[in-house]
């Protein structure tokens, strides 16, 4: 259903910010995939990480905007039951990897922080490939799961989604089955999800905060804070958004409401990550303008 529910000229300003939205969150996290893999000062662990969340974000982005875009300005809200199915798969498999490389990321700001000698003994490529690799896990477990058992379900004659991408609890809604087990293993599932992983951030800084505490300098707590600041932004950004959308009860949560809050994690988290790490990191700022430079000199050179 989308947002069919509005007036036309309202759905065509949808169309036009989402549109303009998308395409700076595609520009910003490619700018960051490219300048991080180009840049031979950006090879460290911490860019590692970041260059892997922009691909999530790009990958998340994917899935749900481009349909979004196409309900809204060509009125099509249908979607096939394969593609439905689809994109609820790689919604959760994007999403459910991008909270454990979150804890991921702050393990690696823990170990820089608080034990800075041994940071590129611990933080070794191996070990920056093992957590990559781990991040993704649990997610395609949950995706699969998830997808398999809500698809198996039978449907009944009304095939309304009330949202604007195949999200579990919209889907749920058109069952007409007993879903008691499976929304119980959906509450323990978003529990697992969001919260071990929020906690283990949360003992993480923790840590950090012990350890910038006890550095006598005022310069050097600051520099220190600053290497974990962005991350912390958008740590802050992902879970709360994620929290109010998935954490209120059912009788707080209606349809619409729900998509705004939907909006946050899907549209305007993905904007704001590259718009982060590259105004509050000055080695990302310096990065983007050596690039630059080159590219412009390049140009120059071929024409």
Not at 49 to 54: W, Y
Not at 139 to 166: D, E, Q, R, Y
Not at 223 to 246: E, I, P
Request: some cysteine.
């Amino acid at each position: 259903m989308s947002f069919s529910t509005l007036p036309s000229e309202i759905q065509v300003m949808l169309f036009v910010a989402f549109l303009a939205i998308y395409l700076v969150t595609f520009l910003g996290n490619s700018l960051i995939i490219l300048v991080t893999l180009a840049d031979p000062m950006l090879q460290s662990p911490m860019y590692f990480f970041l260059r892997i969340l922009s691909f999530m974000e790009l990958g998340f982005n994917m899935v749900i905007v481009p349909k979004m875009l196409g309900t809204l300005i060509a009125q099509d809200t249908s979607i096939s039951f394969l593609g439905c199915a689809t994109q609820l798969y790689f919604f959760l498999s994007f999403g459910v990897a991008e909270c454990f490389l979150l804890v991921t990321m702050a393990y690696d700001r823990y170990v820089a922080i608080c034990s800075p000698l041994h940071y590129p003994v611990i933080m070794n490529q191996e070990t920056c490939g093992r957590l990559a690799a781990a991040s993704w896990f649990p997610g395609l477990i949950i995706a699969t799961v998830s997808t398999t058992w809500l698809f198996s379900f039978p449907f009944c004659a009304n095939n309304k989604v009330n949202h604007f991408f195949c999200d579990s609890p919209p889907v749920l809604r058109l069952v007409c089955a007993d879903t008691a087990r499976f929304e119980i293993y959906a509450i323990v599932g978003t529990i697992l999800v969001v919260m071990i992983p929020c906690l283990l951030i949360l003992c993480s800084y923790t840590l950090i905060a012990a350890s910038i505490l006890k550095i006598p300098s005022a310069k050097g707590k600051h520099k220190a804070f600053s290497t974990c600041s962005s991350h912390l932004v958008v740590v802050s950004l992902f879970y709360v958004s994620l929290s109010l959308t998935y954490s209120r009860p059912k009788s707080n949560n209606s349809p619409e409401s729900k998509k705004v809050l939907s909006l946050s994690y899907t549209v305007v988290t993905p904007l704001l990550n590259p718009i982060i790490y590259s105004l509050r990191n000055n080695e990302m700022k310096n990065a983007l303008s050596r690039t630059l430079h080159k590219a412009l000199t390049l140009r120059k050179f071929i024409l």
